[in-house]
């Protein structure tokens, strides 16, 4: 697996909250529209600390849901959320999965972290039922005002790259299908969860980044909490793609 460069600690559970709070409209209606309530095995892949596992569990209302993700620590805080669920620790990308088949699988933001997004999520196809379907959400684009906000994704790009990933992994599931949807965040919000990365590369010091970068970003970013910075939009490919 490519390195998870955002961590899995408590600032890095703080920072996925406020990510599945911008994303949770979005991602519900995408998952109401290809799920019939009440279905029968749903699995999170790469569920975190759970915030998308709770969402299956309200938006699916399951039989059977689990949980995958590499972190212990995740796993863990994961099962204090939802504790109707199972989960374990498992690499995403080894088949096959722990829970097979599976009549729903579902995947936010975690292909950007793992090489060769297409090929992967091929993979997965083979540990449906049949009938049953894959659901991905990966970011394809992000368009930011000029300043720390498009500064910080130019670098955090640079950063998962680096790390073995592609941060923009929806763009390259495009020979699947699925259709682009823009989550708007208020630029405020968006500083906030980006600060909560900058901290933890100025404590990392990633290969080929100036420290000094880094504290004037995070300074930008403090700006743009503190002020009307309009919005950011996340472009994120949404992709439901039904196994044989």
């Known amino acids: 697996m490519a390195r998870y460069t955002f961590g899995d600690d408590g600032e890095a559970v703080a920072r996925l909250r406020l990510v599945s709070e911008a994303y949770r409209p979005y991602s519900a209606a995408f998952v109401?529209?290809?799920?019939?309530?009440?279905?029968?095995?749903?699995?999170?892949?790469?569920?975190?600390?759970?915030?998308?596992?709770?969402l299956l569990s309200e938006v699916c209302r399951p039989r059977r849901l689990v949980g995958l993700d590499t972190s212990a620590s995740f796993v863990d805080a994961a099962r204090r959320r939802v504790p109707g669920a199972e989960f374990a620790v498992h690499d995403a990308r080894v088949t096959p999965l722990p829970v097979s088949p599976a009549d729903v699988l579902y995947a936010r933001l975690l292909l950007?972290?793992?090489?060769?997004?297409?090929?992967?999520?091929?993979?997965?196809?083979?540990?449906?039922?049949?009938?049953?379907?894959?659901?991905?959400?990966?970011?394809e684009r992000v368009d930011a005002p000029p300043g720390p906000l498009r500064h910080y994704e130019e670098l955090s790009a640079r950063i998962v790259r680096g790390g073995g990933g592609s941060m923009?992994?929806?763009?390259?599931?495009?020979?699947?299908?699925?259709?682009?949807?823009?989550?708007?965040?208020?630029a405020a919000v968006a500083a906030e969860i980006y600060l909560f990365n900058v901290g933890r590369w100025l404590d990392e010091c990633p290969a080929g980044v100036d420290r000094g970068?880094?504290?004037?970003?995070?300074?930008?970013?403090?700006?743009?909490?503190?002020?009307?910075?309009?919005?950011?939009?996340?472009?994120?490919?949404?992709?439901?793609?039904a196994g044989g």
């Open 32 to 54: 109401a529209a290809h799920v019939a309530a009440g279905d029968g095995t749903v699995v999170d892949l790469g569920c975190g600390p759970g915030f998308s596992t709770q």
């Open 112 to 139: 950007a972290h793992l090489p060769d997004p297409e090929a992967v999520a091929r993979r997965w196809l083979t540990e449906l039922r049949p009938g049953g379907v894959l659901l991905v959400e990966d970011l």
């Open 168 to 186: 923009y992994a929806g763009h390259r599931l495009e020979p699947l299908g699925g259709d682009c949807v823009a989550v708007e965040v208020p």
């Open 213 to 241: 970068s880094l504290v004037a970003l995070a300074d930008g970013l403090r700006g743009v909490e503190d002020g009307d910075g309009g919005t950011v939009s996340w472009h994120v490919r949404q992709l439901a793609v």
